[in-house]
């Protein structure tokens, strides 16, 4: 069964950082492209990141390019997202995903980590 | 910018209704589209893959079709435990970007 298991969440104030992480198992981790959706109180899914199984191409939304960076650690089946320069406009639950296939829809979820960005 | 379309944003029907959802992609995705269904509280499940392949285990009654630019999400007979938000997804490049949510209520 696939188990996806976030944390790293919590309260921080603007400007500040936070490093969340997805800790996989049930699946082979290194075959399978993941990324991270996150979902503001209240409103609809938006995708943040993705990565492909060896970790050399990453692809990101523009709302957060230059501020947030995904890695994966194929030897722990652990992935990252480094998040810096956070506004309140990031606050939101920050799922992980396991892809279906590379470049393809996402077929399990992570219960989600909830990020707070305010002063 | 690349923008997914999502119509209505909500909808009220009966319970053994047919109901549509429309999702409209900016520019072509082939057939790239993905719906995914959202109960209150709950993680988002994969419904539909690749327009119109049913993920393993949803209900035959969703079905998924379309291409290029304009996808619909039928579900034939609306059952209570439908009652949930739906997102339609791109994913032929990045940005992956998610339609912007239909709620669905009996």
């Known amino acids: 069964e696939v188990q996806l298991l976030e944390s790293g969440g919590g309260l921080v104030q603007p400007g500040g950082s936070l490093r969340l992480s997805c800790a996989a198992s049930g699946f082979i981790f290194n075959s399978y492209t993941m990324g991270w959706v996150r979902q503001a109180p209240g409103k609809g899914l938006e995708w943040v990141s993705d990565?492909?199984?060896?970790?050399?191409?990453?692809f990101y939304a523009d709302s957060v390019r230059g501020r947030f960076t995904i890695s994966r650690d194929n030897s722990r089946n652990t992935l990252d997202l480094q998040m810096t320069s956070l506004r309140a406009e990031d606050t939101a639950v920050y799922y992980c995903a396991k892809a279906r296939l590379t470049g393809s829809s996402y077929d399990s979820w992570g219960q989600g980590t909830l990020v707070t960005v305010s002063s | 910018d690349f923008q997914m379309t999502q119509s209505p944003s909500s909808l009220s029907a009966s319970v053994g209704d047919r109901v549509t959802i429309t999702c409209r992609a900016s520019r072509d995705i082939s057939t790239s589209l993905a719906w995914y269904q959202q109960k209150s509280g709950k993680v988002p499940d994969l419904l539909i893959y690749q327009a119109s392949t049913l993920q393993s285990g949803v209900p035959s009654r969703f079905s998924g079709s379309g291409s290029g630019t304009h996808f619909t999400l039928t579900i034939s007979s609306l059952q209570p435990e439908d009652v949930a938000f739906y997102y339609c997804?791109?994913?032929?490049?990045?940005?992956?970007?998610f339609g912007g949510g239909t709620k669905v209520e009996i």
């Open positions: 997804q791109n994913y032929d490049n990045a940005p992956l970007t």
């Open positions: 990565i492909n199984q060896s970790g050399g191409r990453t």
